[in-house]
């Protein structure tokens, strides 16, 4: 495992502009992507972190596109979520939840709703 660095040396801090250069040029360079190591390496990073894996890995041309691609994404999914619930409730309430609904023969549970206030807990009702 790695060290913990607590402390920055003299020749450490006399490094930083070589640094800094260095990662401004990569920041600023527009030579293609080697998308194969780069996804490799963030999912890498999922790993030692324990963290789950993401489900999509979006691969962009450039940060700004990962900035615009990445909110047109999450707008993307919102709406397909949205949808999908919409079908799902279509189909699964297929009636008025106010109005005498028939049950058909089988074994049901009937649980009380409750709602927390702050004396405690009460009964729920419309």
């Known amino acids: 495992m790695a060290k913990k660095i607590t402390k920055i040396t003299p020749e450490q801090t006399a490094r930083f502009g070589d640094w800094a250069k260095q990662w401004i040029k990569i920041g600023l360079s527009t030579e293609p992507a080697d998308f194969d190591r780069a996804t490799e390496a963030a ?10 894996r993401p489900m999509v890995v979006l691969r ?3 940060p700004y596109a990962a900035t615009v691609g990445g909110a047109m994404a999450w707008m993307m999914l919102k709406q397909v979520e949205s949808q999908v619930w919409s079908q799902v ?3 699964v309430r297929p009636h008025d939840t106010h109005e005498s609904y028939r049950l ?3 074994v049901y549970e ?3 709703q409750r709602e927390y206030v702050p004396e405690g807990y009460r009964r729920a009702a419309d």
């Open 110 to 112: 009937v649980r009380q």
């Open 43 to 52: 999912l890498r990073a999922y790993d030692l972190c324990n963290l789950k």
């Open 60 to 62: 962009m041309g450039s």
């Open 89 to 91: 409730e279509s189909q």
């Open 104 to 106: 058909t023969p089988g």
